[in-house]
């Protein structure tokens, strides 16, 4: 098997260890699969890294063994070596160490003291923080979640067992190209098919790809770029935008209120080369507390590139009140809490509102995922918003994507792009709901977009190519002539196509026609006969009752 294989066989044995031991499915499991994916991956990426730093260990036959056979002094100097955010393990914390103690009756505490001391010893490069400044570290005890005590050594055997096959050594050099495919295979199991939780999305790599391409056009050069999103679920688009630019030049600031996804996010953030990005992943109401602010704490942090995929739909009526006190940061006002459905409060127009604050003044871009139907909104906060981006020449871009192209919601999504800058003639809308090819997801029919989809909705994005009945390069007047709509359709030309025939053909075409009328009028006729002599009846009944 190739490593790709490799990985996945990981994946799964790891899943099915958890439904032997009863997790399976439950909410725990991710925790579990995340977390011993991760020990796997910081055991490889340590020994990788160690051998960079150490001839000795670099050819020995079992680097592991030789690196728990060094004087505690020489493995302290070969640690100093290493750079910032590679993590820092001993001997006791690898792999090979907890295989070798498996026999043991306290196997279950060894396991987990171990999770907790590598969490302790790399907290500075791996914890994270909530908006209130509780820290948040890399691993916990597992095997509490195995409720049976006598099964907990076992199962915290089966979990190490399955680590030893492989290394992910040769995959370090590839990052994004290869753990992107990873981390969509292992969170499709998570991935709430609901649509209703805040902010636990995932948004599919093509969306993303999608997304950061159009957003960065044709610059080329970047330095010290700052990415945020404020409500970053398992963190797609921050990944996609930050590969595409450069992960060296560039650094990530995220908000979002589940601890799901967060844990997901660090995962994702560490597996991908990012863990100098982790001290800025933050856990919280990005809402009713944004944790990025200006540098006297007065206002919101501008960043370079603002992308966001949020829920539409939420009950937020408990912080309703509050969010309406802020009229700064919610310009176009706060959706009323309705007598029913609490839930169908339109969440992500505030989530639009927050994006265009959060971006640099005058050159800032950003791009956001949204219900389609607010494109033609005509009341409201969405037609406010709407509004205000159109006649201060924000919007720059709209792309309404294919039905179910998203795991988790089966409304029809748009994604919109901002500029900040204010410079564009015309706004470019494109109509790809058509694209893509339909596949089985489990029992579930899904859509994807192909690479040529992909390809054509940047090529024409980046043109402002009009194209029949996909495209079209719209000026700002004729949108506010359109009552600010933004939907493709209704800009495109109404085109009727036109056949020659003969005459002959036209007359056996009329004379058809006039057949097939006359037969519906003498059907008409007895129908309303029909209609007629039933009413008679009915009279007649009542009067004979009566």
């Known amino acids: 098997m190739n490593l790709k294989e490799k990985t996945i066989s990981l994946i799964d044995a790891l899943k099915a260890t958890c439904q032997h031991y009863g997790i399976g499915n439950d909410g725990n499991e991710y925790k579990v699969i995340t977390q011993v994916f991760l020990y796997k991956f910081i055991n490889d990426k340590f020994g990788y890294e160690i051998k960079k730093v150490s001839p000795e260990l670099k050819v020995a036959d079992k680097w592991d063994e030789s690196y728990a056979n060094m004087s505690e002094k020489t493995r302290k100097s070969l640690l100093n070596r290493l750079k910032a955010d590679v993590p820092l393990l001993e ?11 498996q026999k043991k009756e306290n196997f279950a505490q060894i396991f987990d003291s171990t999770m907790e001391e590598i969490a302790a010893k790399n907290e500075a490069i791996f914890a994270t923080e909530t908006v209130n400044k509780t820290r948040i570290p890399i691993f916990e005890k597992l095997t509490v979640y195995v409720t049976d005590d006598i099964k907990r ?37 998570y991935n709430t098919n609901g649509g209703g939780k805040y902010a636990e999305y995932y948004t599919p790599q093509s969306i993303a790809k999608i997304m950061a391409k159009l957003l960065i056009g044709e610059q080329k050069e970047f330095n010290s770029i700052e990415i945020y999103d404020p409500s970053a679920g398992t963190g797609t688009l921050v990944m996609a935008l930050s590969h595409s630019i450069g992960i060296d030049r560039c650094t990530i600031y995220t908000q979002d209120i589940s601890q799901k ?89 505030l989530f639009i509102q927050h994006v265009i604050n959060s971006l640099k003044n005058e050159t800032g871009k950003g791009a956001i ?41 089966g409304t029809n999504v748009t994604v919109l792009f901002f500029d900040n800058a204010r410079s564009h003639d015309k706004v470019i809308l494109i109509d790809a709901s058509k694209l893509g090819e339909d596949y089985k997801d489990g029992k579930n029919k899904k859509r994807r977009l192909t690479e040529k989809d992909i390809e054509l909705i940047i090529n024409t994005f980046n ?3 009009s194209i029949d009945d996909f495209s079209i390069a719209v000026s700002y007047n004729d949108i506010k002539e359109k009552n600010y709509s933004l939907s493709p359709g209704q800009y495109f030309d109404i085109k009727i196509d036109y056949v020659e025939i003969t005459q002959e053909e036209f007359e056996a075409k009329m004379n058809k026609y006039q057949s097939e009328l006359q037969k519906y009028f003498e059907e008409g006729d007895k129908l309303q006969k029909e209609i007629m002599e039933q009413l008679q009846n009915l009279k007649l009944s009542k009067n004979n009752i009566s």
């Open 91 to 101: 001997p006791q914390h690898l792999i090979s160490s907890l295989w070798n103690q």
């Open 153 to 189: 050594s076992d199962f915290a055997s089966a979990l190490v067992d399955k680590l030893v096959n492989f290394s992910f050594e040769q995959a370090f050099g590839q990052h994004y190209d290869f753990f992107a495919d990873m981390f969509e295979y292992l969170l499709k199991d």
């Open 261 to 349: 996804s967060n844990k997901m996010l660090k995962f994702n953030l560490i597996l991908n080369g990012l863990v100098s990005s982790l001290q800025n992943a933050i856990q919280g109401d990005t809402l009713t507390s944004p944790y990025h602010r200006s540098d006297d704490n007065k206002s919101l942090r501008q960043f370079d590139f603002v992308v966001s995929n949020p829920p539409f739909k939420l009950d937020f009526s408990e912080n309703r009140e509050k969010l309406s006190t802020m009229p700064e940061r919610f310009w176009a006002g706060v959706p009323n809490v309705p007598r029913t459905k609490k839930d169908s409060m339109a969440i992500y127009t």
């Open 369 to 409: 995922v949204i219900p389609t139907g607010f494109i033609t909104s005509k009341s409201g906060v969405e037609s406010k918003i709407l509004k205000k981006i159109v006649d201060e020449k924000i919007v720059y871009g709209c792309v309404s994507m294919p039905s179910n192209v998203f795991a988790n919601t």
């Open 463 to 465: 043109n402002k190519e």
